[in-house]
């Protein structure tokens, strides 16, 4: 009877401080996100939640596609944010404890650092709301429980174990391939570069190990200006192999929802190469 009634009034406040916290920008439960800024928001929010971190990826939506139940092991965090820089991950990391790897994007760098998201990350660590974002979370994960990891295993081996995908919006590929046929902008491109080069240094002289990878994308993506003077630039600034992280996937394997991103079975695939290179 009381652990009913207890059960009741824990309810009641749960759903009440889910409304406060989004009223007031609050809420880091992924579920809440719906716009891109949002989502990005409760990425990185639960990011910072985590008292520890071992292996994290930051970078752009190419990245972003690489879902962490794609990786075998729960120690690989995704810090990729959609239509970001991989600076705005870095800077995140830098401001937390610092995890042993860091994997950076280096295909999208032409893109500014996310200061608002920057300063809301900052503001997020006052204490008023707390107990309230406690009583919320637990009440949504309680609302809407984690799948097995069993469950998720089995799930992801029979999306690998998939042929792959022979539908594909030649539309899409085209206007994708076309809006990246001028090269981009050498300054944007140079500032990311230093960017990424301030905050390995910054990581590195804290015990971390941080290195460049290259997300596949398809081969008329890859031909074209903006990934090629790209690739130049970035290989320019770390012109060593040692700073790469080589992933080992057949690329006949892969397909792209639009050219640049990997649909779902080869992002899989490319989390596992990408997890086998990082532990070798």
Known sequence: MFRMLWMVKFGITAVAAIVILRL?????VQTIAMTTDAQNYAVAAEYLNRSSHKTVL???SLTFRLSEDYFQSADIENLSLAGG????GLEIVAGASPPKLVLVEANILTRAVDEGLVTKLKDRTSTIFRPVRSAAAYYETMMHPPLKKEQV???I????????S??????????????ASAAPSANAVRQSLFGILKYKTLLESKGAKVLLVHMPCSPQFEATRFATVSAQMASEVFPIPSSWLKIDVDQSQLRWTD?????ARSAAMVARAIEAAATN
């Open 259 to 263: 050219g640049v991103h990997l649909d």
């Open 153 to 155: 295993r089995s799930r």
């Open 24 to 28: 007031a920008g609050e809420y880091d």
């Open 85 to 88: 820089s991989p600076v705005t």
């Open 157 to 164: 081996e029979g999306l690998i174990a998939r042929p792959p």
């Open 58 to 60: 930051v970078g752009s």
């Open 166 to 179: 022979d539908v594909v919006d030649a539309g899409l590929v085209e206007q994708t391939v076309q809006a």
